[in-house]
């Protein structure tokens, strides 16, 4: 949240968060209505059963055999009637929907159009066999069993004969129906089940939802913080239970700041008060361990353990709260309370990590290849205050031949916060400053919020307000009037599809569309959404009334956590579409939502400069992946705060491995661009971000991958080692992508070494001093230094790094730069890798225009290690496969013009750690080449040693090509 300078100076001895400001659940009337029926249902413990059941002569299996619908009653309402339906899906997922049929009003149940990328297509293999108690189905192709039990109704995901998930086992599911206010509650006994018990253990309800022997929650009306929700519609939440039994860790559920083990919310020694609240929210100086809703949302969750990972996506955008336990060590139970709209469940069978990740991203997309220069280094700070401020930064850091892509301007270059309008004192120029900022092949990020400062001579907000496309207050007509940066304000209805090719009109360049639209501006500019929860400073807990009114008349309260994700998605697709062809986009968003990975990057919001921060954030932003946001990270240097240059040169050694790397600042901290450090922290910062750079290719094959496949570019090591329970609770290491780099950035003060887990038996080395690790198969814990100027980066014996290890002043000077091999041989002297090159701008990919390489290094017994170079798409049998979907085919003969752009690109080195042996000769196509080999260092203890390393200085050998490199002995 955002407060005067008065008050934000007067907080900042606390850098507290102010938990009165938001709601717990005890505050929140459906919440604990929610917390209230599980805590009667284990009170009840055994005998607890729930209310609802499936009419069994009412099942209906569709002609396809792969979907069903049953009428549900509960026995609390028996005249309220559910429609349930089951759906199996090709790729082994499953979906559960529950509605009410002809309720008095309609639940929202357009949140997975939202979320979706398209309808998952129905299995042909599955076929529903009904009993008289239940019906389910086998997946022929993974065995995995889907049974939906009558009474009490019950659903679960089965595998080799055991549940792996289960929804509704401990009765908690519950869909308030909507009523009339003074409507009386029907008094109805226990209804008996088939089995002739009975089966609510549950008093008759005297008022609806009468599981409380205290006050009654309030249900038509609730206040908070001085501000009332009226809640027209009334009561309609959304209760359900999901267990993953067998399963002991559960990840996801972004964004909360906490550890990626989810800690437990309830149950015995619950580590938080609260369950994990889902609500979009801008909180100010948030806790760094805690439950507490943050400014994104993604209802996923991962259940692993041994045997297998399972997911469950709740395709849910209302408020949501989910209680964790653990009751026993290898269980898991979540508790999910959601304030409205239907239940539209998937479950995930996994039965990998990948696996999970690639349903989950067949469901709701992969995430987008962000353009080249996103991945670099971005230096932001509010407020770059002028267009010489702007000149000054950039030039400072050449002065100082420190790299960076991208240069961002803060709220401050808008007059009055009228975003898309200069301020023409300080920014007299801006077309001849974002050119002079690309002229060195960089770019700029300008902010644009989602609030329109209602003044009528600020075009932007007139033509919003005059084609009707703003948000509406509860009344249902006028428009919304909230608080933010530029007073009273207005916000466009992004529900509105008349709003998308409007917002997009704003932002073309050229020509003139008869309405506002930014002149001053270029293609190299990319954009910035912030407070897109939205933040409002005088709305509920420093958002938007949960009645205001969107298109179709959805109440506010139905779309809060989608809301953010349309901003970003139509500022995507506006900027996308600024040129024909279009372009990729990028736009970073402060709110998040299942399928903003489609669209652009995402950062951890406000953090602050301390060390406890900046350890949170590794995980958050290994959660955020797992649930999909793999583009994401935090603020380097902690936005509140003035950072020691330790913990600043800490920070940044952290944000170079994260996928979205940004220095940000509060506007009270001091300037802390990395130039303005002393030696020898300048230094430091200068190599980490040169690392970064030369890096940049492992980090660009990594983001294909993820937008291929849908697998995070960050994997936490549960996820590469899936069946060591050793790594299900690392969060604090990680690799990068499938390149075999494994980091453990240091986060805390007056660190010299650290411990790194390996997981496998094979050999692990130092990235810039060969030193050998030796792992073990049961799992050892290496020390590895960590001296200020030391990054503990690890490459996994078997991997080929690519790397271009010439320093730039940006990413796009090395284009045309040649590329290092490191080749790391594992205990076999065996090692293999990729490299993914485009445009780094355009859609051509999508055609074909682009270099994958495939590089093997391979040694049979006393024979020559062989280093090749292949074609991935020969490799691939010329399939070009993208979201899941074979594209365009490629190949060696298609027409590529980026391969012709690229085809003199050498490869100036390779490096070969790990050898046994010391070379005889090595040779390109017969001919001898130059190398030199240096003896590994002896071991002092068996697990450490150098490498031996041979290094082959200009093999001749171009990067688009086919070669093979043989080393003989
Ligand atoms: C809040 C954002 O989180 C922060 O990064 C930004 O600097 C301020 N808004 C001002 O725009």
């Not at 996994?350 to 987008?368: E, H, N």
């Not at 009109?505 to 569309?513: C, H, R, S, V």
């Not at 280093?867 to 496969?881: F, P, W």
């Amino acid at each position: 949240m955002w407060l005067p300078l008065a008050l934000v100076l007067l907080a900042a001895d606390a850098l507290a968060v102010k938990r009165h400001d938001f709601k717990t659940c005890e505050q929140s009337g459906f919440c604990k209505r929610g917390r209230a029926l599980a805590a009667r249902a284990k009170a009840a413990s055994s005998t607890w059963k729930s209310p609802y059941s499936v009419d069994a002569s009412s099942v209906a299996i569709s002609a396809q055999k792969s979907s069903f619908t049953a009428s549900v009653v509960s026995s609390l309402y028996p005249e309220i009637k559910f429609e349930l339906e089951v759906r199996a899906h090709d790729d082994g997922t499953f979906r559960v929907r529950m509605d009410e049929v002809d309720g008095l009003r309609k639940r929202y149940d357009e949140t997975a159009k939202w979320a979706l990328i398209r309808e998952p297509t129905l299995s042909d293999a599955i076929s529903w066999k009904q009993t008289k108690k239940e019906i389910k189905a086998t997946n022929p192709k993974s065995g995995v069993e889907f049974r939906v039990q009558f009474a009490p109704l019950r659903i679960a995901l089965s595998r080799n004969g055991k549940e792996e998930v289960v929804l509704n086992g401990n009765g908690l599911l519950h869909m308030e129906h909507f009523r009339l206010k003074d409507e009386p509650s029907p008094e109805q006994p226990p209804v008996e089940n088939q089995e002739g018990e009975e089966q609510v253990v549950m008093e008759p309800p005297v008022k609806p939802n009468a599981w409380f022997e205290g006050d009654q929650p309030p249900q038509w009306e609730e206040s908070f913080g001085g501000q009332t929700d009226t809640k027209p519609k009334g009561p309609e939440s959304l209760s359900l239970d999901i267990s993953f039994p067998g399963h002991g860790h559960l990840y996801g559920l972004p964004e909360h700041a906490t550890r990626m083990d989810l800690p437990t919310t309830t149950g015995e020694n619950a580590k938080y008060k609260d369950p994990y609240r889902l609500y979009n929210l801008d909180v100010f100086e948030y806790e760094a361990d805690s439950e507490m809703a943050l400014y994104g949302a993604v209802p996923l969750v991962h259940a692993h353990s041994t045997h297998s990972t399972v997911g469950v996506f709740n395709a849910i955008g209302s408020e949501t709260w989910v209680d964790v336990d653990h009751p026993t060590s290898d269980s898991t139970e979540t508790h999910w309370i959601s304030e409205s709209g239907i239940m539209d469940v998937f479950f995930l069978p996994g039965p990998t990590p990948d696996d999970v990740f690639m349903q989950y991203a067949r469901l709701t997309g992969t995430p987008a290849l962000p353009r080249h220069f996103a991945l670099a280094y971005h230096q932001c700070r509010w407020n770059y205050i002028s267009s010489t401020d702007v000149r000054e930064v950039q030039a400072r850091f050449d002065q100082d031949d420190i790299p960076f892509d991208v240069l961002w301007l803060d709220i401050a270059y808008a007059p009055n916060h009228k975003y898309f309008i200069w301020d023409e004192k300080t920014f007299p120029d801006p077309v001849d400053m974002f050119n002079d900022v690309a002229a060195f092949g960089r770019k700029m990020v300008v902010i644009i919020d989602p609030h329109l400062k209602k003044d009528t001579t600020y075009p932007v907000y007139k033509s919003a307000s005059e084609k009707g496309l703003l948000v509406k207050p509860a009344s249902g007509s006028g428009e919304y009037d909230g608080w933010c940066w530029p007073g009273s304000s207005a916000w466009v209805d992004y529900f509105n599809p008349a709003s998308w090719d409007w917002w997009q009109g704003l932002f073309k360049i050229e020509g003139n569309n008869g309405d506002f639209h930014w002149r001053q501006s270029t293609t190299d500019v990319f954009i910035w959404n912030d407070m897109n929860e939205p933040s409002v400073f005088n709305g509920p807990e420093i958002t938007m009334p949960k009645t205001n009114i969107h298109h179709g008349g959805w109440e506010h309260r139905d779309v809060h956590n989608i809301n953010g994700m349309l901003f970003q998605n139509a500022t995507a697709q506006a900027v996308m579409h600024r040129t024909d062809p279009p372009q990729r986009p990028f736009v970073l968003s402060r709110a998040f939502f299942p399928g903003s990975q489609r669209l652009g990057a995402i950062w951890t919001g406000d953090n602050l400069g301390t060390w406890e921060h900046m350890a949170i954030g590794i995980p958050m932003v290994l959660s955020n992946g797992i649930a999909g946001m793999t583009f994401s990270g935090a603020d380097v240097g902690g936005f509140f705060g003035n950072p020691d240059p330790e913990m600043l040169t800490r920070w940044y050694q952290v944000g170079a491995f994260a996928p979205f790397f940004r220095a940000h600042a509060h506007i009270d901290t001091k300037r802390r661009e990395p130039y303005l450090l002393d030696e020898p922290f300048k230094s430091i910062i200068r190599d980490v971000i040169r690392l970064r750079y030369s890096l940049l290719p492992v980090w660009y094959t990594a983001f294909r991958q993820a937008s291929v496949s849908g697998i995070p570019v960050l994997r936490p090591q549960y996820t590469v080692f899936p069946h060591d329970p050793k790594g299900f609770s690392l969060d604090e290491q990680y690799y990068i992508g499938s390149s075999g780099l494994l980091v453990k950035p240091v986060t805390a003060p007056g660190i010299a070494e650290t411990e790194i887990y390996l997981a496998e038996a094979q050999p692990y080395y130092n990235y810039f001093t060969a030193k050998i690790y030796r792992g073990k198969r049961s799992g050892t814990n290496v020390t590895v230094p960590a001296t200020l100027y030391q990054v503990p980066l690890l490459i996994r014996g078997g991997s080929i790094i690519p790397t271009r290890e010439r320093p730039r002043r940006s990413s796009a000077l090395m284009a045309r730069d040649p590329f290092t091999l490191r080749i790391a041989l594992d205990a076999s002297e065996q090692a293999e890798g990729e490299l993914y090159l485009d445009d780094g701008n355009s859609y051509e990919y999508e055609k074909g225009h682009l270099v994958w390489r495939k590089f093997t290094a391979s040694k049979v017994a006393k024979g020559p290690l062989k280093i090749t170079s292949e074609d991935m798409a020969a490799l691939q049998g010329g399939k070009n496969v993208v979201d899941g979907v074979d594209v365009v085919p490629f190949g060696s003969q298609a027409p590529n013009a980026f391969r012709d752009a690229v085809q003199g690109v050498r490869v100036e080195n390779v490096l070969v750690y790990g050898l046994k042996s010391r070379p005889t000769k090595v040779s390109v196509g017969g001919a001898e080449i130059e190398w030199e080999f240096t003896e590994g260092a002896a071991a002092k203890s068996s697990s450490e040693g150098t490498a031996t390393i041979l290094r082959i200085r200009d093999p001749a050998v171009k990067i688009v090509n086919d070669w093979s490199i043989e080393v003989a002995f």
